[in-house]
C-alpha cells in the first residue's frame, strides 16, 4: 500500500441485526461494500440523505462499529477486527470523532477542563503540568482564548458554536491523524458555520490531518473538502474532486441532489425544481439491481437487474451507473 | 393597491425569565397584502417564531408582555379576547404550521380524520362532507387522496409534513403562517413541499409567513424578506432588494456566509455570538458584531429608515441617505 495512503477501506460492509418476533432476523444493510482510500491530509466529504449510511460508515472507520464484512485498513495496519487493548488504544489516539450535536456531547457535569483532560489521562498521561499544557494549546488551536477563561466553565455557559469548538479540541488533544466530523456544523448558526469549517481547515493544514466530513450540505462540501463521495442506501454511487462533482455531476442522483439544494437567488420563487418522486428506501430490502433505479429519470434495461460498479469517467472521478458502462 | 390582509404594528413580546423579562420581540412592524409571501429569516434565538406565536395569539404561560397592532382584514386582533378570536379568526382567517408538527399527529387515529375533525367537530359538517374536503384538501398538497384512511406511521416524513399543512388549511385560511417546515425533512423532500406551497399559493392565492433559518430556502417561495436579529427586524425589502443588494450589515454578512453551490465566492462569517435578549447591548443590537459600527451605534437604538423603493433598513449607516423614520 502506498505510504501516503492513511486509510483504506475495501468492501467495507456494516451491517445491523434486529430481532423480529421469536426467531426473526432483520437485516439493515446500513453499509453494503464501500471501498475508498484517503489519503495523508485529505478531506473528503461523505455526503447523502438521512438513512444513506454516511454516519454508520463513519463510525465504522474509526471503529466505533465493528464491520460486517470487508477490511479497515489505518496507517499500514489491518484494524477490521483489532481486538488487543494494546493496539486498540494506540489506534483511538490516532483516529477521533467529533459529534453532531454540541450540546448532546459534552458531559454537563463536567468543566472544559475535565472534558479535555479525560482522554489524556486515559491514555497515560501522568503529569498534571503537561496534560494542562496541552489543553491550553488545544484550547488556543480551537481559538477559546484566553484558555484560562474557558477552563472552568460548564458546557452550558458557553455557546453553541463555542461548544462545537470544545468538541473540536477534545478530538484534537491526543493529536490525532485522522478525524471524523459527523455533520459538525448542522446544529450551529448559519453566520458561523464558515467559521467552524475554516477552523478545521486551519488545523488540517497546521497538523496535516485527514478529515473525514460527514454531511447533508452538499454546498459546504464544495467549499471545504477536497473529494466527495455520494452515497445512497449504503453504497459510494459516486466519487471524485468536489468541485468537479458538483459542476459537472454524472450520476442522476447527484443531479438530483445538487438541483434540490437552493442558492439564495429571487429568481427561485418563479421556478419549480426538477426533483425526483419519492424518498429513500428501506435498507432492509434495498431494491434489486442500482438501488436507485425505483427514482431514476434514466432508468433502463440493466438498471433493475445488475448492480453497476464504480468506473472511472475522468482522472480521479467514479460513478456508478450504468449510462456510463459503454462509454 | 390591494388592501392588506395583514399588518403588524408596534409588536413587543417579552417573557418572564428567573434572569428578568427576556424581550423576544421588539418593535415588529410589517404588512401583507392577499397572496403575497413573506420570508422572516433569522438565526436561533432572533425571535421569529416568537413572532409567529404572536400572530396566533398563542402564548406561553410566562409571557410577561404583549403590545402592539395585529390587523387581520382591518380588524385589530388584540382587542379581541379568547372566545371571540377562537370563533372567528384563528384557523379561519389565519392558521400556523408548528416546527415539528409533523410529530404530533395522533398515531391511532387516521390521517384523513384528524384533518377533518375540525369540521366535524366545530362546523358541524357531516362525517362524509368533511372526509371528502380532506380529500380535497390531500390532493392539494400532493397526497393520493386513499391516503385518508392511512395512520401516521404509513407515511414517510414528507408525507406526514403534507399532511400538516392540509389540515391548517381545512378551515380556508387567509393568512398561513409556516415555522420551518422543512427543517427536519432531507433536501430532496424539501425541494418536493417548496414545489408544492408554490402550487397551493397559486391556486388559492393564500398569503404565506415563512419562518426559517436559511435565507436561500426563503428565496424559492417568498415576495419579501424580513431579516431579524435579537428580537428586531433589521431590513424588510422584496426578496431582489434584501438578497441582491443586502443594505443592512447584518443581512449582508449573512447572505455572505451562506455557500453556494452555483456560484463562487469567498465565505463569510460574523465572529461572536446572538445577543442576550435579557440583557442586550446598549444601542443597535448588532453593534457588538458589526464590521461598520461607528460613533452612536452603541449609543441610541437606530430607527427603521426607509430607503429607495420602500425598503426598511435599521442602521445609522443609512441615516443620510434615508428619508428618516
Not at chain 2, 118 to 129: A, D, G, M, S, T
Not at chain 2, 245 to 259: E, Q, R, T
Not at chain 2, 281 to 304: A, T, V, Y
Amino acid at each position: 500500500m502506498e505510504d501516503n495512503v492513511i486509510l483504506r477501506l475495501e468492501d467495507v460492509r456494516t451491517y445491523f441485526f434486529l430481532p423480529k418476533g421469536l426467531f426473526k432476523t432483520i437485516v439493515v444493510k446500513a453499509v453494503d461494500g464501500v471501498s475508498l482510500d484517503m489519503k495523508r491530509g485529505e478531506s473528503l466529504a461523505i455526503v447523502g440523505e438521512s438513512g444513506s449510511g454516511k454516519t454508520t460508515l463513519g463510525r465504522t472507520a474509526i471503529r466505533l462499529i465493528e464491520p460486517t464484512g470487508g477490511r479497515i485498513i489505518f496507517d499500514g495496519k489491518d484494524i477490521t477486527h483489532l481486538k488487543d487493548e494494546n493496539e486498540m488504544k494506540m489506534f483511538r489516539r490516532n483516529a477521533q470523532i467529533i459529534f453532531q450535536d454540541p450540546f448532546m456531547s459534552l458531559n454537563p457535569y463536567m468543566t472544559i477542563r475535565e472534558i479535555l483532560e479525560e482522554p489524556l489521562i486515559i491514555h497515560g498521561y501522568k503529569d498534571a503540568e503537561e496534560r494542562k499544557e496541552i489543553i491550553e494549546k488545544s484550547l488556543i488551536d480551537v481559538k477559546l482564548q484566553p484558555p484560562e477563561e474557558f477552563l472552568l466553565k460548564y458546557p452550558h455557559m458557553l455557546s453553541g458554536g463555542q461548544r462545537q469548538r470544545v468538541g473540536i479540541a477534545r478530538a484534537m488533544v491526543l493529536n490525532p491523524k485522522f478525524i471524523v466530523a459527523d455533520e459538525p456544523v448542522s446544529m450551529i448558526d448559519a453566520s458561523s458555520r464558515a467559521e467552524i469549517l475554516y477552523l478545521f481547515k486551519s488545523l488540517q493544514e497546521k497538523y496535516n490531518l485527514t478529515f473525514m466530513y460527514i454531511t447533508h450540505d452538499i454546498a459546504t462540501a464544495k467549499y471545504f473538502s477536497d473529494n466527495l463521495a455520494v452515497m445512497y442506501l449504503g453504497k459510494v454511487v459516486e466519487y471524485g474532486p468536489s468541485r468537479e462533482v458538483i459542476l459537472n455531476p454524472k450520476h442522476p442522483y447527484t443531479s438530483a441532489l445538487i438541483t434540490a439544494v437552493p442558492d439564495p437567488d429571487p429568481k427561485n420563487r418563479f421556478i419549480y425544481r426538477k426533483v425526483i418522486s419519492g424518498e429513500i428506501p428501506s435498507a432492509v430490502n434495498p431494491p434489486p439491481g442500482c438501488r436507485f433505479h425505483t427514482r431514476c429519470p434514466y432508468k433502463f434495461d440493466p438498471c433493475d437487474k445488475s448492480e453497476p460498479t464504480l468506473i472511472q469517467v475522468n482522472p480521479n472521478h467514479k460513478v456508478a451507473c450504468h449510462l456510463y458502462n459503454k462509454k | 393597491m390591494s388592501q392588506n390582509v395583514l399588518e403588524v404594528e408596534g409588536l413587543n413580546l417579552a417573557y418572564k425569565t428567573v434572569r428578568g423579562d427576556l424581550l423576544a420581540v421588539k418593535d415588529v412592524s410589517f404588512s401583507l397584502k392577499p397572496g403575497e409571501s413573506l420570508g422572516i429569516v433569522g438565526e436561533s434565538g432572533c425571535g421569529k417564531s416568537s413572532t409567529a406565536y404572536a400572530l396566533m395569539k398563542m402564548l406561553p404561560p410566562n409571557t410577561s408582555m404583549f403590545t402592539g397592532k395585529i390587523m387581520i382584514d382591518g380588524e385589530n386582533i388584540m382587542d379581541l379576547d379568547e372566545s371571540e378570536l377562537r370563533r372567528r379568526i384563528r384557523w379561519k382567517k389565519i392558521a400556523m404550521v408548528f416546527q415539528g408538527a409533523m410529530n404530533s399527529l395522533n398515531p391511532v387515529i387516521k390521517v384523513g380524520f384528524q384533518v377533518a375533525e375540525p369540521l366535524i367537530v366545530h362546523e358541524n359538517v357531516p362525517k362524509n362532507e368533511a372526509l371528502e374536503k380532506a380529500k380535497e384538501l390531500f390532493k392539494l398538497v400532493g397526497l393520493p387522496q386513499d391516503f385518508i384512511n392511512r395512520y401516521p406511521h404509513e407515511l414517510s416524513g414528507g408525507m406526514k409534513q403534507r399532511v400538516v399543512i392540509a389540515m391548517s388549511l381545512v378551515l380556508n385560511p387567509k393568512i398561513l403562517i409556516l415555522d420551518e417546515p422543512t427543517s427536519a425533512l432531507d433536501v430532496m423532500i424539501q425541494a418536493q413541499i417548496m414545489n408544492m406551497l408554490k402550487d397551493l399559493r397559486k391556486t388559492l392565492n393564500i398569503s404565506i409567513i415563512f419562518i426559517t433559518h436559511d435565507i436561500a430556502l426563503a428565496s424559492d417561495l417568498c415576495d419579501k424578506i424580513a431579516v431579524m436579529y435579537g428580537g428586531q427586524i433589521m431590513e424588510l425589502g422584496s426578496s431582489e432588494q434584501v438578497l441582491l443588494d443586502p443594505k443592512h450589515p447584518y443581512s449582508a454578512k449573512l447572505i455572505g456566509s451562506i455557500p453556494t453551490l452555483r456560484s463562487d465566492k469567498k465565505l463569510e462569517f460574523i465572529p461572536g455570538a446572538p445577543p442576550d435578549l435579557v440583557n442586550p447591548p446598549p444601542g443597535c443590537r448588532f453593534n457588538p458584531r458589526c464590521p461598520h459600527r461607528f460613533d452612536p451605534c452603541d449609543k441610541e437604538e437606530p430607527p427603521l429608515y426607509i430607503l429607495d423603493g420602500g425598503r426598511q433598513v435599521k442602521c445609522f449607516l443609512y441615516k443620510m441617505k434615508g428619508l428618516g423614520e
